[in-house]
């Protein structure tokens, strides 16, 4: 009793040890994928076209988690979710060189416009520049409602800003931060007759619940672009990795960029978004 372990024993335990470890998983290979996603691909119903066919194609499902692109490539960097689509290249740059994310490809793109009450009381309608619309707006003080959530529309509107050379006011002034997605700044702006920023996708799945028309657009400033990203398992070991690349390859394979290309062309007559798989991003 107490004594010693012999070598016999010594070995069947390192043995049985060394099994427990090897079969462990260096990542999570369940049936699920958590998607980190821009608000904008849910509020304009794109992913509810996506989604069912690729979870019959392969069995895995998907769970949604709708925020602003700062916020969703932050799930990224953090291993929060298994896979981002997002728009918001600057930020996706710095983080795909910094290691976080191993593959950004170009998956489609939409434009962004102006939108405001059918008055026009600050007088955009017509414009295509949005840096001397920016300026108009702020030499009236016009209402203007901001996403205010480091979304890819909040970054971009961030930037038009900066070269304007203005600094938008704190609160209580003309310019007010919603903090929600782009369809509930939507709905703010239209109650407070105000203008905004928006992708077209969102606004055209929202325009007849509102009054806001648009006024400015056309500008290539305007462009915008959404990417799709995979994590890099170094920095996130607990993620989905093959269901994150699977869902990667599907919004990149011919059947989804046909879906995509034609989504939205029997309700509003054009598509929401032009499907990009396989080009060189230019922006």
């Known amino acids: 009793m107490g004594g010693r372990p012999d070598r016999r024993t010594v070995g069947l ?20 994928i958590i998607l980190a996603t821009t608000t904008s691909t849910r509020d304009a119903g794109l992913l509810d076209s996506l989604l069912p066919v690729f979870e019959r194609r392969t069995g895995y499902t998907v769970k949604v988690i709708a925020v ?21 290249p600057e930020a996706e740059r710095a983080l795909v060189d910094s290691g976080y994310f191993v593959s950004r490809r170009l998956v489609m793109h939409n434009d962004f416009l102006f939108v405001g009450p059918p008055g026009d009381p600050a007088g955009l309608r017509g414009m295509t520049d949005p840096v001397a619309a920016l ?12 996403r205010g959530d480091q979304s890819g529309t909040h970054q971009m509107e961030q930037k038009l800003w900066r070269v304007a050379g ?21 709905q703010m702006t239209d109650q407070k007759r105000a203008y905004t920023i928006t992708d ?7 325009r007849d619940k509102l009054q806001l028309v648009p006024v400015v657009e ?4 305007l462009y915008n672009v959404y990417h799709v990203l995979e994590l890099n398992p170094k920095n996130a070991p607990r993620i989905n990795l093959a ?17 995509i290309g034609e989504f939205g062309k029997a309700q509003f007559g054009q598509s929401l ?8 991003a230019s922006r």
């Open 68 to 88: 602003g692109s700062g916020q969703a490539l932050a799930m990224g960097r953090r291993g929060d979710a298994d896979v981002v689509l997002s728009h918001a």
């Open 218 to 221: 056309g500008d290539r400033r």
């Open 273 to 280: 978004f032009v499907p990009d798989a396989g080009k060189e």
């Open 135 to 146: 300026q108009r707006i702020a030499q009236r003080e016009a209402s203007f409602v901001s």
């Open 166 to 186: 203005i600094r938008p006011p704190g609160a209580g002034g003309w310019y007010t931060e919603s903090g929600h997605g782009m369809g509930e700044t939507l």
């Open 200 to 206: 077209r996708a969102t606004y055209l799945a929202w």
């Open 243 to 259: 269901g994150g690349r699977a869902f990667a390859d599907f919004l990149v394979s011919p059947e989804a960029q046909a879906l």
């Open 13 to 32: 335990w390192l043995v049985a040890v060394m099994g427990l470890l090897s079969a462990r998983p260096a990542v999570c290979q369940s049936d699920q």
